[in-house]
């Protein structure tokens, strides 16, 4: 097979909002491919969580090196 006709993998960081334990703050769970979980906190509704993930996660990922990789 010749390597330009390879699919190309592209790894990808998924997030997830979740109720902290702890009080009524929720928190961002972004989940990298290698399994490894990093918290996101101080949001104050899932809403608010939610809102940050379609808006707010894309520079968050460029900063870490994903470029524009969305999960």
């Known amino acids: 097979m010749h390597i330009g006709m390879m699919p190309k993998y592209a790894p990808t960081i998924t997030f997830d ?21 990093q918290h996101i906190t101080g949001f104050k509704t899932e809403e608010e969580a939610r809102r940050w993930i379609t808006s707010g996660s894309e520079a968050w990922l460029k900063e870490r090196g994903y470029g524009n990789i969305r999960g």
């Open 17 to 37: 909002p979740q109720p902290l334990q702890v009080g009524h703050e929720w928190h961002v769970v972004a989940i990298y491919p290698s399994g490894q979980q």
